[in-house]
T-cell receptor
Framework: DAKTTQPTSMDCAEGRAANLPCNHSTISGNEYVYWYRQIHSQGPQYIIH???NNETNEMASLIITEDRKSSTLILPHATLRDTAVYYCIVRVQKTGANNLFFGTGTRLTVIP | NAGVMQNPRHLVRRRGQEARLRCSPM?????VYWYRQLPEEGLKFMVY????????ESGMPKERFSAEFPKEGPSILRIQQVVRGDSAAYFC????????????FGPGTRLTVL
């Protein structure tokens, strides 16, 4: 699975959009971009994933560049409960598949 | 539909004792994954199992650690003769058979070795 690079930490004001970048310059054509987050002491929570088109769900939006070498997770209206470590993971999608490789992630702090 | 269940949530063992961690996947899921998280670090993959089969144990330490997922009952991660370095949070995740591989995580078991 391709490696990813994320900033160590970010702050965001409550109510504003949080934009979390991820670089994955060695991504392969069949690898998807996944985002998970881990709120303190809890198990990771799936947020969103995509291949090359932008994706949106009730939690967030995922913007993937045309060359697929980077992506941005957008939380449109950050709340204090969005404070967490956010992990960007790239991997092949297949039944069962294998492990998720969690790097160090980005620690997002939403400030009141 | 209940989520992934793990028990116990907290486990304290003395050095040399055995630790057994249990994971019940979500209903309809037959794929189980175990991860370990040391303090201030990201999750590290340990083992991937399907019912009665170990598919990938490349992240498991060679000694003292074992995992199973029997036909009936929860998946078990077993650590024999625990040492202080085994103190960590152990997370279990499960995924369905439908072809995608979104993993759903349990709340974790926090193991403390005295």
């Amino acid at each position: 699975d391709a490696k990813t690079t994320q900033p160590t930490s970010m702050d965001c004001a409550e109510g504003r959009a949080a934009n979390l970048p991820c670089n994955h310059s060695t991504i392969s054509g069949n690898e998807y971009v996944y985002w998970y987050r881990q709120i303190h002491s809890q198990g990771p929570q799936y947020i969103i994933h995509g291949l090359k088109n932008n994706e949106t769900n009730e939690m967030a939006s995922l913007i993937i560049t045309e060359d697929r070498k980077s992506s941005t997770l957008i939380l449109p209206h950050a709340t204090l409960r969005d404070t967490a470590v956010y992990y960007c993971i790239v991997r092949v999608q297949k039944t069962g598949a294998n492990n998720l490789f969690f790097g160090t992630g980005t620690r997002l702090t939403v400030i009141p | 539909n209940a989520g992934v269940m793990q028990n116990p949530r907290h486990l304290v063992r003395r050095r040399g004792q055995e630790a057994r961690l249990r994971c019940s996947p979500m209903k309809g899921h037959s794929h189980v994954y175990w991860y370990r998280q040391l303090p201030e670090e990201g999750l590290k993959f340990m083992v991937y199992l399907q019912k009665e089969n170990i598919i990938d144990e490349s992240g498991m330490p060679k000694e003292r650690f074992s995992a199973e997922f029997p036909k009936e009952g929860p998946s078990i991660l077993r650590i024999q003769q625990v040492v202080r370095g085994d103190s960590a949070a152990y997370f279990c995740a499960s995924s369905p058979d439908r072809g995608d591989n979104e993993q759903f995580f349990g709340p974790g078991t926090r193991l403390t070795v005295l």
